[in-house]
T-cell receptor, first 112, second 111 residues
Framework: DARVTQTPRHKVTEMGQEVTMRCQPI?????VFWYRQTMMQGLELLAY????????DSGMPKDRFSAEMPDATLATLKIQPSEPRDSAVYFC??????????FGPGTRLTVT | DAKTTQPNSMESNEEEPVHLPCNHS???????IHWYRQLPSQGPEYVIH???SNVNNRMASLAIAEDRKSSTLILHRATLRDAAVYYC????????????FGTGTSLTVIP
């Protein structure tokens, strides 16, 4: 049963620290998405990749967030420096060109 | 401007059908309609998607209005495990196939 995996599942850090979240998409999927979920804003698309190339990151705060896919089995989302307002659950999802997106379990980030 | 409009919450009795409505009046001809659901403390889960014709799968049915400005997700027999937030989402094909999640409908299933 193929699944998207995300690490860490929980992260507590202090303001100003760097945070790196990792995602392993389902093997064979060519599209990877990063979402952020908060109570106030709901689910927001931050960035997405197709065939490892970034296609859209307009939802991402450019000054502190960065997303990469070093290879087909790893996607990373980095926040530097982190701020309390970044506290949220970050989801990674993978899929094929159109159709279903398979979501990971999420990383719950708390920035104090 | 809201891309999809859904009721904030709905209730259903267990083992009865549930019709979850969604309005998407600004949909264009090539935009797909997707439905996902999110159980507590989990990531969203795919339910169904369609373009123009009604669609059925093992989880649900999707009824799309003829003008495509609205759709309805139908759960044929609600179970307690169907209690979740249901999102109606448009996939904008002219902007690279991104999904935009709305606020969703929180479904409560009453035993």
């Amino acid at each position: 049963d193929a699944r998207v995996t995300q690490t860490p599942r929980h992260k507590v850090t202090e303001m100003g620290q760097e945070v790196t979240m990792r995602c392993q998409p389902i093997l064979g999927h060519n599209t990877v998405f990063w979402y952020r979920q908060t109570m106030m804003q709901g689910l927001e698309l931050l960035a997405y990749f197709r065939n490892r190339a970034p296609l859209d990151d307009s939802g991402m705060p450019k000054d502190r967030f960065s997303a990469e896919m070093p290879d087909a089995t790893l996607a990373t989302l980095k926040i530097q420096p982190s701020e309390p307002r970044d506290s949220a659950v970050y989801f990674c999802a993978s899929g094929l060109h159109r159709g279903e997106q398979y979501f990971g379990p999420g990383t719950r980030l708390t920035v104090t | 401007d809201a891309k999809t409009t859904q009721p904030n919450s709905m209730e259903s009795n267990e083992e009865e059908p549930v019709h979850l409505p969604c309005n998407h009046s600004t949909i264009s001809g090539t935009d797909y309609i997707h439905w996902y659901r999110q159980l507590p403390s989990q990531g969203p889960e795919y339910v169904i998607h369609g373009l123009t014709s009604n669609v059925n799968n093992r989880m649900a049915s999707l009824a799309i209005a003829e003008d495509r400005k609205s759709s309805t997700l139908i759960l044929h027999r609600a179970t307690l495990r169907d209690a979740a937030v249901y999102y109606c989402i448009l996939e904008f094909t002219n902007t690279g196939n991104q999904f935009y999640f709305g606020t969703g409908t929180s479904l409560t299933v009453i035993p």
